[in-house]
T-cell receptor
Framework: GNSVTQMEGPVTLSEEAFLTINCTYTATGYPSLFWYVQYPGEGLQLLLKATKADDKGSNKGFEATYRKETTSFHLEKGSVQVSDSAVYFC?????????????FGKGTHLIIQP | DTEVTQTPKHLVMGMTNKKSLKCEQHMGHRAMYWYKQKAKKPPELMFVYSYEKLSINESVPSRFSPECPNSSLLNLHLHALQPEDSALYLC????????????FGAGTRLSVL
C-alpha cells in the first residue's frame, strides 16, 4: 500500500534559519505529491505540489522537488519567519485517475522563535 | 479562486441531537470529500463523492450520513454521536482526477457532550 514518512518534531528554529523537513514515500504507481500547511485552529492549505518526477513545486519561499530515484519530496525554505510556525503535512495521491483520499504523513510541528 | 466554505465553524451537540455540516464550492470541481481530524493527527478519509455519487465510504459508522444534493454542495448529517466523535471535520474538493489536487475548507470543530 501507499505510505508517507516525515519527521514529526517539534522542529524548533530561530528566525531566518534554513528549513528542511524530510518526506519520503512508498507508492505502487506514479503519485502526485503535495505539501499542506495547517495553522492553529484552521483547515489545511495547499502549500505546493508536484505531479511528476523532477518537478519542483514552489510557493511563498518554500520549495520541494519530486525525486523518484530516492522516493522523496523534502520541503525547504531559505529563511524562515515566525509566521511560518504551523504543522506541515506531506501527502500523496496515487488514485490512478479516480477520485480518492490523500495519504498523509503524520505531520511536522514547526516552531520558529524570534 | 480555490475557496471551499464550511459551516458552521463550531458545533456543540448532545448525544441525542441531530445536526448537519455543510460544505460548498463554486469552482466546478466534480469530486468532494469528507475527512475527520483528531488533535495532533493527520486527516482521515471518511467519504468521497465523484460526480455527485458516493464512490468511497471508509467503513464509517451509520451515525454519519453524507449527502450530495448537487455538484456544489456536500452535507454531513450527524445523529446519535458519541463523545469520541469530537474532532475537526474537513471538507475538500478536486477538479482533476489525474492529479487529485485537493483544496480544503477551514473545517467544522465538533464537540459531542
Amino acid at each position: 500500500g501507499n505510505s508517507v514518512t516525515q519527521m514529526e518534531g517539534p522542529v524548533t528554529l530561530s528566525e531566518e534559519a534554513f528549513l528542511t523537513i524530510n518526506c519520503t514515500y512508498t507508492a505502487t504507481g506514479y503519485p502526485s505529491l503535495f505539501w499542506y500547511v495547517q495553522y492553529p485552529g484552521e483547515g489545511l492549505q495547499l502549500l505546493l505540489k508536484a505531479t511528476k518526477a523532477d518537478d519542483k513545486g514552489s510557493n511563498k519561499g518554500f520549495e520541494a522537488t519530486y525525486r523518484k530515484e530516492t522516493t522523496s519530496f523534502h520541503l525547504e525554505k531559505g529563511s524562515v519567519q515566525v509566521s511560518d510556525s504551523a504543522v506541515y503535512f506531506c501527502a500523496l495521491s496515487d488514485s490512478g485517475g479516480g477520485a480518492d483520499g490523500l495519504t498523509f504523513g503524520k505531520g511536522t510541528h514547526l516552531i520558529i522563535q524570534p | 479562486d480555490t475557496e471551499v466554505t464550511q459551516t458552521p465553524k463550531h458545533l456543540v451537540m448532545g448525544m441525542t441531537n441531530k445536526k448537519s455540516l455543510k460544505c460548498e464550492q463554486h469552482m466546478g470541481h466534480r469530486a468532494m470529500y469528507w475527512y475527520k481530524q483528531k488533535a495532533k493527527k493527520p486527516p482521515e478519509l471518511m467519504f468521497v463523492y465523484s460526480y455527485e455519487k458516493l464512490s468511497i465510504n471508509e467503513s464509517v459508522p451509520s451515525r454519519f450520513s453524507p449527502e450530495c444534493p448537487n455538484s456544489s454542495l456536500l452535507n454531513l448529517h450527524l445523529h446519535a454521536l458519541q463523545p469520541e466523535d469530537s474532532a475537526l471535520y474537513l471538507c475538500a474538493s478536486s477538479q482533476d482526477p489525474a492529479t487529485n489536487i485537493q483544496y480544503f475548507g477551514a473545517g467544522t470543530r465538533l464537540s459531542v457532550l
